[in-house]
């Protein structure tokens, strides 16, 4: 195993956290409330081991294929396993079968999928309602007017725990289009909403590598970072 890797990921992690530092003390917020998720998709199984060892116990994923191989080749780990990724109903029973969390669930049939799958699991799976906060198809997301609903059918199953929602930031050409500030803030007040008839539904999953900040300033309590930790990933086909 690399010992220029393992440097490399230290560096890296010590730099988010200070990242993560600063934004919640911009915000008045403590640093105890954010769960930083290290989101390994393309890197190998070492660096997740790595990252364990550096002290990392939240992992996240964003294809079943890769996921599953990886949560298998690191089964001797104390990990938990964030599904962040768009979400086939067919591979729902896959997915619960390791992943503790799932941020991305944006349509009723992921909750049939999830709940008939983490039943038969025989342990409680916490599932995330995806914001689509903007109109950009093929990035998964319940419309805003949808989410109450969607999070109304996941608390209406005993086998799922709604742990609140997630949003990824607009992409956009234009800088009022991609404002992860307006964007977040959207999140935010449909998070108000959602709290309201499901108080225990805290958790807020925004903020990557190029937007946590803002995302910690409109309350998040979970960061998905792959790019400061890992390194760019080599782009890939399909
Ligand atoms: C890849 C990915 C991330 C991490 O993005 P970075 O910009 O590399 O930090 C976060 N969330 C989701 C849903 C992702 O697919």
Excluded at 47 to 72: S, T
Excluded at 108 to 135: H, I, K, N, W, Y
Excluded at 203 to 229: C, F, K, N, Q, Y
Aim: proline share 4%; glycine share 8%; net charge negative.
């Amino acid at each position: 195993m690399s010992e220029q890797r393992r440097t490399e990921l230290a560096t890296n992690l010590q730099a988010v956290r200070e990242r993560i530092e600063r934004a919640c003390e911009a915000a008045g917020r403590s640093a105890a409330g954010i769960t930083l998720v290290a989101v390994t998709k393309t890197w190998p199984a070492s660096d997740v081991r790595l990252l364990a060892e550096l002290g990392m116990q939240d992992i996240g994923e964003n294809r079943d294929q890769e996921a599953r191989a990886k949560v298998r080749e690191c089964a001797d780990l104390d990990l938990t396993w964030h599904f962040v990724g768009q979400l086939q109903t067919n591979k729902c029973r896959s997915v619960a079968s390791y992943a503790s969390v799932v941020h991305s669930v944006d349509r009723l049939e992921l909750v049939r999928g999830l709940s008939a799958a983490a039943g038969a699991r025989g342990r409680p799976l916490t599932v995330l309602v995806q914001v689509a906060l903007d109109d950009t198809p093929g990035r998964g997301g319940a419309a805003p007017a949808d989410v109450v609903a969607l999070a109304g059918a996941v608390a209406a199953e005993p086998a799922l725990t709604l742990g609140g929602l997630m949003a990824v930031a607009p992409l956009g050409d234009d800088r009022v289009s991609a404002d992860p500030d307006r964007a977040f803030d959207r999140l935010a007040e449909i998070a108000a909403v959602v709290q309201q008839e499901h108080p225990a539904a805290t958790w807020l999953s925004a903020g990557m590598t190029g937007d946590l900040e803002p995302a910690i300033r409109h309350g998040a309590t979970h960061v998905r970072i792959g790019t400061a930790l890992l390194g760019h990933r080599v782009s890939r086909v399909g």
